[in-house]
């Protein structure tokens, strides 16, 4: 099977904002970014983890997550938390780990409390038939222990709309409240009360700067297509009224 050779190194994306890049540990890339609901600065392997840690940011729907929260000892079928938990398990298989463990990417705590974990993968590189024979394994342990889990494949184009609309939501979804007042939003609701309309045309009609509408966005006063589609001039707007279903994105990326 051929390997990427991007793949878990640094992107030649041109937005990186709120990003920083740590030296690279056994061979991968280390990618750090700041995630108030990951508990500030965390640190992923490639791109696409990145990509996905901002859908979660986004995403109304969560409360927190944690990236590789747990270690599957497939052997053992059971979680492991803890550097201590991994290490013991390692001794007690004469140190052998590889196909014996699985480490999930992403796990989430959601609004409901309920909880999921995510392995993600970027489009063409998803893994050969004995990667994910593993991935079945660890699945049926992690379900036992309520983690269900959801394969995410992230675009590899990455000029994706969803790929540049959700690091641009990232980037104001932390100081969105601030930047609206009700005023514009109340105008803004107005405008679209007979129907759908164009970014380009609402932002010249009401006079509102471009950089205010993915704060719109995100708060719900608007909704849009934003994972098929840029915020662009020609984005079809729509009121929202606090409906926030938009940002559900993390499941356009399901396999």
């Given amino acids: 099977m051929k390997t990427s050779p991007t793949y878990g ?7 990186n904002a709120a990003v920083r890049f740590t030296a690279r540990t056994y061979g991968k890339a280390r990618i750090g970014t700041y995630v108030e609901k990951a508990g500030g600065h965390i640190t992923v392997e490639s ?7 901002h859908i979660l940011c986004v995403d109304p729907r969560v409360r927190s997550f944690k990236p590789q929260p747990f270690t599957v000892d497939l052997v053992g079928e059971r979680l492991l938390f803890t550097h201590e938990e991994v290490s013991e398990a390692r001794k007690t298989r004469g140190g052998r780990n590889g196909e014996c463990e699985y480490t ?5 705590v959601q609004i409901d409390g309920l909880q999921r974990v995510y392995e993600v993968k970027l489009q063409g590189y998803e ?3 004995k990667y994910w024979a593993k991935i079945e394994r660890a699945k049926k342990i992690m379900d036992a222990y309520c983690f269900p889990l959801s394969t995410v494949i992230v675009p590899a184009d990455e000029r994706h709309p969803l790929v540049i609309n959700a690091q641009l939501l990232k980037q104001v979804i932390s100081r969105v409240r601030t930047s609206l007042k009700p005023d514009v939003i109340a105008r803004v609701e107005s405008y679209c009360e007979s129907g759908p309309v164009l970014l380009r045309a609402l932002s010249e009609d009401l006079k509102i700067p471009n950089n205010l509408i993915p704060p719109l966005l995100a708060t719900g006063a608007l909704q849009a297509d ?3 589609c840029r915020i662009g001039a020609s984005l079809e707007l729509s009121a929202a009224y606090g409906d926030l279903s938009h940002l559900f994105l993390i499941e356009e990326l399901q396999s």
């Avoid at 999930?104 to 989430?108: M, N, V």
């Fill in 104 to 108: 999930p990417d992403f796990s989430t």
């Fill in 226 to 228: 934003i994972a098929h």
């Fill in 9 to 15: 190194v640094r992107s030649r994306r041109p937005t």
């Fill in 47 to 53: 791109e696409a983890e990145r990509l996905v840690a």
């Fill in 127 to 129: 893994g050969d038939d």
